[in-house]
């Protein structure tokens, strides 16, 4: 219950204060359990002005990029970051191949290349620093029988919910769980459903944070799924994994 409200109270935290204070950066250096992984596939340059700009907070050296073109992004790995060279084009394989990559049971937190920020319901943009511990409490509250938490797909809010214990949607563009290398995504789209029905199957819960949601372009950033697919190619991609789901 604590963690919780640590966790919906962000805004009753001095922000101001803690920004420049000696035990910000102590707990920047004291890291958490948790790595980063991002799939990124021709963004470089958005990759580098958006999601590592949002996990500033984090130390660079437990963040690995999966890249498609190693030679591409090969500077990120001169200045700290972990750089792999990811051989998929596609976004399932990209995830299974990330899945593959990590031992089982490491925390791992999942964010896509092109994510602005995070916007909390009754704060707005979260403050860089901040969102480390965001991620640090949450991975405190999953475990075995609820291995992921996740976010809002959008910044809309229209749920009243805090927070939910249970099978609910979470968006794959930002969420952290205990690595599990049984679990293979298959459908070309909407892998993130297909993993909570795999979760579902298993009878487990996810932990999801309503209260804060994930700031992205979805289909209209250049790079990506964007790069293989056009608007209506990837809706008929959609239209297949949906019925596949059913």
């Known amino acids: 219950i604590h963690l919780w409200r640590n966790i919906y109270n962000l805004k009753n935290i001095n922000f101001d204060y803690h920004k420049k204070s000696f035990f ?3 707990y920047k250096k004291t890291f958490g359990e948790f790595l980063v992984a991002i799939p990124s596939y021709k963004r ?3 990759l580098k002005l958006k999601t590592l700009k949002t996990l500033s907070s984090i130390n660079k050296n437990h963040i690995y990029i999966f890249c498609n073109e190693k030679t591409n992004y090969i500077d990120l790995e001169d200045i700290g970051y972990n750089v792999i060279e990811n051989p998929h084009e596609n976004i399932v394989q990209q995830r299974n191949f990330i899945t593959e990559y990590f031992k089982d ?9 092109d994510v602005n920020a995070l916007i909390h ?3 707005g943009k979260l403050p860089n620093y901040s969102i480390f ?3 640090d409490d949450a991975f405190k509250i999953i475990g075995e029988n609820m291995p992921v938490f996740g976010f809002n797909s959008n910044t809309n809010f229209r749920s009243i919910a805090e927070l939910k214990q249970g099978i609910y949607s979470i968006i794959f563009s930002c969420y952290g769980k205990i690595n599990d290398k049984s679990i293979k995504l298959t459908v070309e789209e909407k892998e993130d459903y297909e993993y909570i029905c795999i979760l579902a199957k298993q009878q487990k819960k996810v932990f999801k944070m309503c209260f804060i949601g994930v700031s992205t372009t979805y289909w209209k950033m250049r790079g ?3 790069a293989r697919l056009n608007s209506t190619e990837r809706l008929v991609k959609q239209n297949e994994s949906a019925m596949y789901l059913q």
């Open 24 to 26: 910000n950066h102590l």
């Open 44 to 46: 470089y340059d958005i």
């Open 105 to 113: 049971g490491q925390k791992l937190l999942c964010i896509d290349d």
């Open 121 to 123: 319901r009754d704060m």
């Open 133 to 135: 511990k965001t991620f």
């Open 224 to 226: 990506g799924i964007q």
